[in-house]
């Protein structure tokens, strides 16, 4: 038995992070153990635990997800622990140790914030020397540079993280670092350099009139040394007035248009800093993770273009960097220019709109490792000039950089498309998801729209831990509703962009700490924002007075089913679905994700009051939008997949409503419509609403708009239209069209809950308890799923063979349980681990055409024939052009009718998504149903071919 991944906050050993009070987890593995019986935790002072400040003693109580420290916790301090635990079978594992260090709490700053005396738009490098003659045990750094700041102890750059300090609401909050740097300390003469550049603080940044200097006008730095002897002295080196300044050799540099580096820059003049009053009550120990390069990957080809231009193609859409070695002569300028896709064979970057994206350098005849400091690009061409001599692949690594996030979740199918579509949106994720969650990472936006982080939380807690990172998102995003009366901005932190209040993207308040509960089972999230959620819904309460005494919110603008295809103004692509109705929807459902957030915190008056709300708002919508048949009158895509999704429909209208979405669907040709709202859930509520065919041929389809329409077109990441590339290759528009968007990528939540069947369960989050209920289809051959969660790996996999029977292999980590669902399946018929599941020692039952078991902790594999095919034979109900698409099939068909082959390419096009059994009635093809059933037999014998 072995414990593993011992987290403080979601996060290995932080340092100097604000804690709060800690909550410790692990994961316990490699034991055949099926419950822990018990567990102690143990802090220390010293690695050692000689120094031992608390022992929880051996406990019943202690939970692995989160174990709140409720130690008094003192400053500029490091903690260990360590945690033993007991399993049913006897087993006990003690863990290695793990650690946090707190930063300064509430010690006061003696450090001064300086500004160095150099006009505001140079970029400076603020300095200081200071000896140390005594042996040192430790050294901190804590450190605040404006807007962005690199800083180096002797030469070496001090931690391996970029872009601190860090991306949020500067004008409410400002974060500080911590560094060890004990180890770049030496005896005598040591140096401080502190690079600054502009950065989302003062840089050009944001997209409305005033973009530059949204949150300050200079640069500014705050940094304390604290030296700690072995001679249980200490020293203490603050930023003051007799610090010093330089320029540097960074002529300019923002996030939208890259950076300019002149190596021949050799102004040695040293300048003043003075101190100026940013005061230290905004300061706040950092809860950013680190963003570092996570990945390094090389160019796959210099392609020299049509226009023979030098172009470096990374083989994938990324978001960082590129690095490279270079000894040019002095005075060669090398330029960098990013882009994401060649159009006409040539070099394009004209969707990027006004981002420069470039990266200028200028050689000093030193040899030189060359990567910029404070940008980033998201590309996939890079066009190289000035380069002398040939341009080579291996002279470049892209350096791909993101949040420090573990990767915890993957897929892998029978389907190689289906596999780079689960690719693409983990690239993504890795994209977007550099300190914030962003809309896209290249063009003159990049900003934390809520609206696109909310609709793809789920799937970004699936594939990587995101609890860190999105508790931090989610402080700023409160913080930027305290002055907004609740009301949620557009985009967080909002840096200069008005408005907000938008359906949906709102629901960034409750919607993502409700996932991050669900993924993680670590309630303190809900407490950190249980404020803020319902600080939203009180604000939609507030606006929704203009219905006349109705719950349903009918004011303001919302941004609807955001670049649904079924819209009819190009110029506000908010979709054909009613603003009003989907607006109404979110108000329900974020009311009852706040009630159901009360009652885990023990807020019953709260629960009751939210649930009463979501109850009150249901009630009007249902008044409002629905006939009393159960017909919406909102006759969209997205208003089934909302209404049913989002539990708008009375019961006994789901049915009703569901065939409803099949026939709308069958309508638009069994393709999708949806945008931002409706895709998200469009499969979810197929499969779990008995259409699941029908989301493996959304899922599977790749004409457009489909999701593997782009990955056949070459995409390498999420596009953010559906048609952002047309099929001859062009790109549809350069206004809003990227090609690294994740919102769409949002259908790999379904693959994770749906085609691998893993289900967090509300009452037991953190996957502590999962509903498996893989549900497989003929299209495709395997799935194999693995989840790394808060509690421990699960895997889930099937399998349908030739003969058509089902495989399944689950692995359920250590102290977890499942609820298993094995579709199609017949009690008696079901095999588990080589015996029959009626004699293996398993509560297991029979619910229509479902089994369900209960599973602890191991391993398990199920087998059987299922009840009904699933490898289906063609049939005179399947669109007519499926069958004319298999030449066998087809020549059956044109055997027993032979008028279908009379029939004109035009018509085909017009009516051949319909079946020939629909067509048999219409003039052009009458048929009678005898000839029907015949012709039925015979195609059922030829089996639909798997890809
Ligand atoms: C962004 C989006 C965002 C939208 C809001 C766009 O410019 O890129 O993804 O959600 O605006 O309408």
Redesign the pocket.
């Known amino acids: 038995m072995k414990i593993i991944n011992m987290k403080t906050n979601h996060i290995i050993n932080p340092l100097g992070f604000d804690l709060g009070k800690p909550r410790l987890s692990f994961i316990t593995c490699e034991t055949l153990g099926v419950k822990q019986t018990a567990a102690q935790i143990q802090i220390s002072l010293d690695e050692d635990f000689a120094c031992m400040i608390f022992d929880s003693g051996k406990s019943k109580e202690i939970d692995s997800l989160a174990y709140e420290v409720t130690i008094e916790l003192g400053a500029y301090t490091r903690y260990y622990w360590r945690v033993k635990v007991w399993a049913d079978n006897g087993d006990v594992a003690l863990s290695d140790s793990a650690w946090f260090e707190t930063a300064k709490l509430d010690k006061h700053w003696s450090a001064k914030w300086i500004t160095p005396e150099i006009d505001k738009n140079v970029h400076p490098v603020i300095i200081k020397e200071f000896p140390v003659s005594k042996e040192v045990k430790s050294v901190r750094a804590y450190v605040c540079g404006l807007g962005l700041y690199e800083m180096e102890i002797n030469g070496v750059k001090a931690g391996e993280e970029y872009f601190t300090p860090h991306f949020n609401a500067y004008n409410k909050w400002l974060q500080y670092q911590t560094y060890d740097i004990t180890e770049l300390i030496k005896q005598g003469q040591n140096s401080v350099n502190v690079l600054l550049g502009n950065g989302w603080y003062k840089g050009r940044f944001g997209f409305e009139d005033n973009t530059r200097e949204i949150y300050g006008d200079k640069f500014a730095l705050l940094c304390e040394i604290i030296i700690n002897y072995t001679d249980g002295t200490s020293a203490i080196i603050n930023s003051d007035n007799t610090w010093k300044s330089r320029k540097s050799n960074i002529l300019d540099s923002n996030i939208y248009d890259g950076e300019i580096y002149d190596a021949t820059f050799n102004d040695l003049a040293v300048y003043d800093v003075h101190e100026i009053d940013l005061g230290f009550n905004k300061l706040k120990a950092r809860l950013s993770l680190p963003v570092v390069i996570k990945e390094k990957i090389k160019p796959i080809e210099v392609i020299k273009t049509i226009d023979c231009e030098t172009v470096l193609d990374m083989g994938q859409n990324m978001v960082g960097w590129i690095e490279f070695k270079t000894k040019a002569p002095k005075g060669t300028e090398i330029k960098l220019q990013f882009g994401e896709i060649l159009q006409e064979g040539n070099f394009y970057r004209d969707n990027l709109r006004t981002a420069k994206a470039e990266y200028k350098y200028i050689a000093n005849g030193d040899e030189a490792v060359v990567r910029p400091h404070f940008t980033f690009y998201g590309f996939r061409y890079v066009k190289v000039s000035g380069w002398q001599g040939e341009v080579k692949a291996n002279d470049f690594t892209g350096c791909v950089l993101y949040s420090d996030m573990q990767q915890t979740g993957h897929i892998e199918t029978s389907n190689p498309l289906v596999n780079k579509l689960f690719l693409n949106a983990l690239w993504g994720q890795k994209g977007n998801f550099l300190d914030v969650p962003t ?2 990472p290249q063009r003159d ?1 990049r900003m934390g ?1 809520t ?2 982080a909310q609709v793809f939380s789920g799937t970004a807690c699936f594939n990587m831990d995101s609890y860190a990172f999105f508790s931090k998102y989610g402080y700023d995003l409160a913080k930027e509703q305290e002055d907004r009366n609740g009301m949620v901005p ?1 985009v967080v932190p909002a840096v200069n962009v008005q408005g907000g209040g938008s359906s949906a ?1 709102g629901e960034a308040a409750t919607v993502i700490p409700w996932n991050v509960y669900l993924h993680y089972g670590d309630k303190s999230i809900l407490k950190q924002q249980f404020k803020s959620m319902k600080a939203w819904v009180d604000y939609i309460k507030n606006e929704d007075t203009s219905s006349g005494g109705k719950r349903l919110w009918t004011t303001g603008f919302h ?1 609807g089913d ?1 670049l649904a295809l079924d819209g009819d103004n190009p110029n506000l692509p908010t979709g054909g679905t009613d603003t009003q109705f989907i607006a109404s929807a979110y108000y329900c459902y974020s009311s009852k994700v706040v009630a159901k957030a009360a009652k885990v915190l023990g807020d019953e008056k709260s629960a009751k009051e939210y649930d009463a709300l979501s109850n009150e708002v249901k009630t009007a919508i249902i008044d409002e939008y629905f006939s009393k048949n159960g017909r919406i009158t909102v006759n969209t895509q997205t208003a089934y997949i909302v209404a049913l999704f989002m539990d708008l429909v009375p019961k006994e209208h789901k049915e009703r409503v569901a065939n409803d979405l099949r026939k709308k669907l069958k309508h638009d040709k069994n393709h999708l419509k949806t945008g ?1 709202v409706g895709t998200p859930y469009l499969c979810r509520v197929l499969s779990e609403n008995k259409c699941n065919d029908l989301a493996y041929t959304l899922l599977l389809n790749k004409d457009y708009p489909s999701w593997l329409y782009a990955v056949t077109m070459g995409a390498t990441t999420i596009w ?1 239209r559906w048609n952002s590339v047309l099929p001859d290759g062009k790109i549809s528009g350069t206004d ?1 069209n ?1 090609l690294n ?1 994740y ?1 769409y990528g949002s259908i790999v939540e379904w693959m994770y809950r749906y085609m691998a069947g893993i289900n967090p369960v509300e009452d037991k989050p953190g996957f502590r308890q999962v509903r498996l209920a893989p549900q497989p289809d003929y299209r495709l051959k395997y799935v194999k799923a693995s989840l790394n969660s808060a509690v421990g790996t699960y895997e889930s996999q099937w399998e349908l063979d030739e003969k058509g029977d089902l495989k399944f292999k689950f692995i359920i980590p250590f102290n977890a349980t499942a609820t298993l669902e094995l579709p199609n399946a017949k009690l008696e018929n079901v095999w588990v681990n080589g015996k029959p599941l009626k004699e293996a020692n398993i509560c297991a039952s029979q619910c229509g055409k479902i089994v369900i078991a209960d599973l602890t902790s191991g391993t398990w594999e199920f087998y059987y024939m299922p009840e009904e095919d699933y490898i289906k034979g063609y049939s005179t109900q399947m669109p007519m052009i499926e069958i004319l698409a298999n030449e066998e099939a087809k020549k059956v068909v044109i055997e027993y009718l032979p008028q279908i082959a009379l029939l004109s390419s035009e018509l085909l096009k017009k009516v051949g998504h319909e079946s020939i059994r629909e067509l048999s009635t219409k003039p052009f093809l009458i048929i009678a149903s005898e000839i029907l059933d015949k012709l039925d037999i015979k195609l059922n014998k030829i089996k639909i071919s798997v890809e």
């Open positions: 809309d896209c936006e729209w609206g696109d557009m993207w941004f955001w931002f953010e809003m990227s968007h919102a």
